[in-house]
Each structure stands twice: as structure tokens, then as C-alpha cells.
């Protein structure tokens, strides 16, 4: 079982985003090896159960994992074989901590704004702090990044200073908006109608299975 935590304190990072369009990634891949894939929500808003409940049934299944805001982080069902833990905005110490015992990867979904990184900063000073966190890796993802951008150049060289590996960059489209609405991801519509973005998906998978 591999488990994926998508984790930012900063609210409005882009981790129900991240979080759905991988797990719809995760179902589409396993559907071949009756891949059992989980998608929890620690968030008390639960917007990942409100997509789950909008999914189509003709669609590979991704099961919603119920986890109460308050209750502690318990391993997942048997026979699972992915999970995706989306995460709250503000999630720090004992709560992160029982969701990174539970972790394989870490997925920090990060914009391109100086209110983003310096959240982002102070989320990666407790992780390292953390004896949880020792040997779990962790990557970033940009979020609604615009190339050749004042701010995507602040960005990148943010990035350098922090010593993680920036996995991927996904740009600013409605793309995932309006896929979201309906309980889809990008892997659940034609490729042609969203080549340029299923193209940004293929480092974060690279580095999923290494």
C-alpha cells in the first residue's frame, strides 16, 4: 500500500486539486490490477468527499476514506492499495504528525505568492523539526504557475533555497475547475482536450513510482 499525503498549512494551495487529480490518476493507472484507491479528508470542509460524491459511476472508482476532523489517523482498510490524504489549511504538530506516520510521500503544493512561501517556509522548518518526517520524502508541486512571470522567477528561486525537488509546475487553466464540478480529473476526459496538461502530470507520476 503506498499512501500520498498532500499537505500545506496555507489555505488555498491547491491541495483538494492536487489531491483528486491524483487519486483519479492512481484509479485510471490500477484499473488493470484492481487497484483499490482511498481518497481521505482530513479538511473539516470536506471537499474531497463533496467531489467524491459527484464522481461518475461509469468512472474507476475512488472510494472516499472517512476520517473525522477531531478522531485520530487510524490505518487505512484492508485491501487498500493507494491512498490520498488531502489535508487541512493550519494542519500542524500532533495531527500532522499521526499523518506522517501514515505518509510514502509528501506532496506540498505550493503558489507562486510571497503569502504562500512564507507559509510554505515555516511548514518546512516543522518538518524538519520533526522526527516523524525523517526519511519520508518530500516534493513540491507549483500551483497555477504562468511562465516567463516576475513571480514564477521569485518562485524558482525560492525553490533552490529550500533543497527539495520541485516535481512539476502545473499551470493556471479552468481545466481543473471545471472538471471538478463534476467529480472528474484530467484522466477522466479525452486526452486531446487537455494534452498541455497531461504532459505537467507526467513528472509527478515519474516521481510517484521511483
Not at 479528508?41 to 476532523?69: G, T, Y
Not at 476526459?189 to 513510482?209: C, F, G, H, N, Y
Amino acid at each position: 500500500m503506498q499512501v500520498y499525503l498532500v499537505a500545506n498549512p496555507k489555505g488555498g494551495a491547491g491541495k483538494s486539486t492536487l489531491s483528486t487529480n491524483l487519486a483519479g490518476m492512481l484509479a485510471w493507472r490500477g484499473l488493470s490490477s484492481g487497484a483499490r484507491v482511498l481518497l481521505g479528508d482530513v479538511d473539516r470542509q470536506q471537499s474531497s468527499r463533496f467531489w467524491i460524491d459527484r464522481r461518475p459511476a461509469e468512472l474507476p472508482r475512488v472510494e472516499a476514506w472517512l476520517l473525522e476532523a477531531e478522531s485520530k489517523v487510524v490505518k487505512p482498510p484492508r485491501g487498500t492499495t493507494h491512498v490520498v490524504l488531502d489535508t487541512p489549511a493550519g494542519l500542524h504538530g500532533d495531527r500532522l504528525k499521526e499523518c506522517i506516520r501514515l505518509a510514502d510521500k509528501v506532496l506540498v503544493p505550493v503558489q507562486p505568492s510571497m503569502f504562500d512561501i512564507m507559509a510554505t517556509q515555516d511548514f518546512f522548518d516543522e518538518l524538519a523539526h520533526m522526527k516523524a518526517a525523517q526519511g519520508v520524502e518530500v516534493g513540491l508541486i507549483g500551483m497555477r504557475m504562468h511562465d516567463r512571470t516576475h513571480a514564477a522567477d521569485e518562485f524558482h528561486r525560492y525553490i533552490e533555497t529550500t533543497g527539495l525537488p520541485l516535481i512539476a509546475t502545473l499551470r493556471d487553466t479552468q481545466n481543473y475547475v471545471h472538471l471538478a464540478a463534476h467529480g472528474m480529473t484530467l484522466f477522466d476526459v479525452t486526452p486531446s482536450r487537455v494534452t498541455r496538461d497531461l504532459d505537467q502530470w507526467k513528472p509527478i507520476e515519474k516521481w510517484l513510482a521511483a
